[in-house]
């Protein structure tokens, strides 16, 4: 024993606490002195105990550790220009961006599926302080923060193996830790082959679908973790992967096909916006020219986001994602054409009510996409054909 003072994890979410109890002021590692300033906090970091005395008595004061800067985005290859066709893809990709919905692709093999996922963040709107500030407690929990750059500057893309656990996925253990989705949260989750995901893994998603945060409690300690995630997975169409594929044969039997779509609980899908086919490009759809590029859509993006946060200004909420059913009927009113819609999607069994409701504030987006203070026929029919319902 040397004295020595040791850096810890989740210092970030230590100091938020410590902040909204009066504390404006914490000695800690020098190690996390950058962590807990990026949290708020007059941050005072020493190397040993002898160094703390000291500044507790006024002997040798330290100075508090600068705010450090942000720590640079990962560099991404995607940019929508670099993938050619698939129009009705890119646009449910830029739905999903806009009002945080949850997006699934579906396609036989090495039509581009995980490209097109991945090339979500560089559409998505930057974090703003709060997002940055809750993102980086949770990497900080995980001990997943730079101690030197600690403040996240990109919204978190997190891509969970299917073999993936409970545990993983959601977190869990002794004391509690954030899992895969909490680590995406104000960012996306992707989970590419979905199917081969184990069904009961899967299932843990609906509460952080539906609630934005999930809770997980052991015999010791309970803790509740943020989940607002944008969710784009992406599957085969059926074991073989080419159901539906011009270019080649399904080998599939028809019970197989249904087992594997079965893997999929109803109120999972129910919880999915947009469920999108990718098919098989033709070589002519290769050589197409004047793609939009990444920054186009993401000036469209931004520009519905801030529609979206001057409707919300005064709550917490910052999508149309996240619009509570009170603020559907409010914020989501339509004409006697989509009510029309939505009645026959309701009456032909395609849509439950949940799915009504979703399918609306996905309207609600692509008519902030098109600057339009109200919801069109066509923005609604757009919204049930991207589901499948229309």
Aim: glycine letters at 8%; proline letters at 8%; hydrophobic letters at 45%.
């Amino acid at each position: 024993l040397d004295g020595g003072v040791r850096g810890v994890r989740g210092v970030m979410p230590r100091v938020r606490g410590a902040l909204a109890r009066g504390v404006d002021e914490v000695l800690c590692a020098q190690e996390n002195a950058a962590e807990a300033a990026a949290a708020g906090a007059r941050a005072v970091g020493v190397r040993t105990l002898r160094e703390a005395v000291a500044h507790l008595a006024g002997e040798a004061v330290r100075t508090p550790a600068a705010i450090p800067p942000p720590a640079p985005p990962p560099r991404t290859a995607v940019d929508l220009a670099d993938i050619s066709g698939h129009e009705t893809p890119k646009r449910a990709l830029e739905i999903a961006a806009a009002g945080g919905h949850s997006l699934l692709l579906a396609g036989p093999p090495g039509t581009g599926k995980t490209l097109l996922a991945r090339a979500l963040p560089g559409i998505m709107p930057p974090l703003d302080a709060d997002e940055a500030v809750v993102a980086s407690a949770i990497h900080s929990v995980a001990g997943l923060v730079d101690p030197a750059r600690p403040l996240l500057e990109a919204r978190p893309f997190r891509a969970p193996h299917h073999t993936a656990s409970h545990l993983a996925l959601v977190g869990g253990g002794s004391p509690p830790r954030p899992g895969e989705v909490s680590l995406a949260h104000a960012g996306a989750l992707f989970l590419d082959e979905l199917p081969e995901f184990a069904r009961h893994v899967l299932d843990t998603l609906r509460e952080p679908l539906e609630e934005g945060s999930i809770t997980l409690s052991r015999a010791a300690a309970a803790a509740t973790y943020p989940a607002r995630v944008t969710l784009v997975a992406a599957m085969n169409p059926c074991p073989c992967g080419h159901a539906g594929d011009p270019a080649a044969p399904c080998t599939c039997l028809p019970d197989a096909i249904e087992r594997y779509h079965a893997r999929l609980s109803g109120p999972l899908m129910d919880r999915i916006d947009l469920r999108v086919h990718v098919p098989r490009l033709a070589y002519e759809d290769l050589r197409d020219e004047g793609r939009e590029t990444s920054r186009a859509v993401r000036e469209r993006v931004l520009a519905a986001r801030e529609r979206m946060r001057a409707r919300l200004g005064g709550t917490r909420r910052r999508t149309n994602a996240e619009l509570t059913v009170a603020e559907v009927r409010t914020h989501c009113r339509i004409d006697d054409a989509g009510d029309a819609l939505a009645r026959e999607a309701m009456r032909s069994r395609r849509l439950s009510a949940r799915g009504v409701h979703r399918a609306l504030r996905v309207a609600r987006t692509i008519a902030d996409l098109a600057a339009s203070d109200r919801i069109r026929g066509e923005d609604l029919a757009l919204a049930l054909l991207l589901r499948g319902a229309a």
